[in-house]
């Protein structure tokens, strides 16, 4: 890393600044949290705000789900991409875990699940409270973090493995941080002139 910026420190205001906040998904629960995610790859969180209530609506439960079949759930989540592949992974979801009560909280056995990765594990465990075990890297953290320069490349993988060996594990909440920031500020084009983050990021030091 060519910078000598103290990560630890610098990611504070970040990580403060987002502490509190709650993902994007419009979720009621852990059950209603893990079908969105698993949906959500590959597509928009607005748009799979937008068809979950009538989904939820008539499976409200794992228990409800695991009764379905494909041609049952194809109408609430046709509009979702690969909808086909993740229905599939759905029901099997389902029929595994059978109960809201049994739905795991650990990375290692929600990555087990079909359609569930490291990044959708991740997102699981924050808003369920649990202590971080991954960085979360989406499509916005692979912008925002080489932007800063706290990592490099575009591989999600290999830049969480490098916020997670800078960053003491307390802090991997970063990566959600860096999510919202994102969203918000650090977007396509940034709007560096109110980032919080600026003093410190390579982008706006190789760009002022």
């Not at 059950?31 to 790859?41: D, G, N």
């Not at 609430?76 to 795991?104: C, M």
């Not at 999600?156 to 493995?161: D, L, N, R, V």
């Amino acid at each position: 890393m060519p910078s000598k910026v103290d990560w630890p420190k610098a990611i504070q205001p970040l990580l403060k600044k987002y502490k509190k906040t709650k993902h994007p998904l419009e979720y009621k629960n852990i059950y209603q949290l893990l079908v969105m995610v698993v949906l959500s790859a590959q597509d928009s969180d607005k748009n799979i705000n937008k068809i979950a209530p009538k989904l939820f609506e008539v499976f409200p439960t794992m228990r409800s789900l695991a009764k379905a079949s494909a041609e049952t759930l194809f109408p609430f989540i046709s509009k979702v991409r690969n909808f086909a592949n993740k229905a599939n992974w759905l029901l099997e979801i389902a029929k595994t875990i059978k109960e809201d009560k049994n739905i795991p909280l650990t990375h290692e056995s929600l990555i087990a699940l079909k359609g569930i990765g490291s990044k959708s594990a991740n997102v699981i465990l924050r808003e369920a409270g649990k202590p971080a075990e991954g960085v979360i890297v989406d499509l916005h953290v692979v912008r925002v973090a080489p932007r800063l320069g706290i990592a490099t490349g575009t591989d999600p993988k290999k830049i969480e493995k490098q916020i997670k060996e800078i960053l003491p594990q307390k802090d991997w909440d970063a990566g959600m941080a860096m999510s919202f920031h994102g969203r918000e500020i650090c977007r396509p084009q940034p709007k560096c002139e109110i980032c919080l983050m600026k003093n410190v990021c390579a982008y706006y030091k190789a760009n002022k």
